[in-house]
C-alpha cells in the first residue's frame, strides 16, 4: 500500500558527486521521518543520514561534511547529495522510511536499493 523508490545510483570516479532520490507514494497520511542506509559487500547495513519531520537531520560521521539529506515535503521525496565521494562509500543505499499511513498506522519502509559504486 505504501511503498518507497529509490534512483540516481552509479559509478562515479572518487571525487565526483551524486544524487539519490528517494519517492514515497500510497496511503501515507505523514511521514514521520526519512533516511538513508547503505550496505556495503560483505557489511552490515549503516545509517548514513536521517531527517526528521520537524526538519532536524543526523548523518554518520563517516560522511558528515560531504552528503546532505534534504526533502520535497510536496513531492513526498527525499534526497541525498553526495559530493566528495571516496571508494569507501561504494554500496547499494536504501531508503528507509517511517510513515502514519491513513489509517494511522506507523510503518517502516525500506526501497529496493539503488548501487552506487565509486571507483577510477
Known amino acids: 500500500q505504501v511503498q518507497l523508490v529509490e534512483s540516481g545510483g552509479g559509478l562515479v570516479q572518487p571525487g565526483g558527486s551524486l544524487r539519490l532520490s528517494c519517492v514515497a507514494s500510497?496511503?501515507?497520511?505523514?511521514?514521520?521521518?526519512m533516511g538513508w542506509y547503505r550496505q556495503a559487500p560483505s557489511k552490515e547495513r549503516e545509517l548514513v543520514a536521517v531527517i526528521i519531520s520537524d526538519g532536524s537531520t543526523n548523518y554518520a560521521d563517516s560522511v558528515k561534511g560531504r552528503f546532505t539529506i534534504s526533502r520535497d515535503n510536496a513531492k513526498n521525496t527525499v534526497y541525498l547529495r553526495m559530493n566528495s565521494l571516496k571508494p569507501e562509500d561504494t554500496a547499494v543505499y536504501y531508503c528507509?522510511?517511517?510513515?502514519?499511513?491513513?489509517?494511522?498506522?506507523?510503518?517502516?519502509?525500506w526501497g529496493q536499493g539503488t548501487l552506487v559504486t565509486v571507483s577510477s
Open positions: 528507509n522510511a517511517d510513515v502514519l499511513t491513513l489509517t494511522r498506522r506507523y510503518l517502516e519502509l
Open positions: 500510497g496511503s501515507i497520511w505523514t511521514i514521520n521521518a
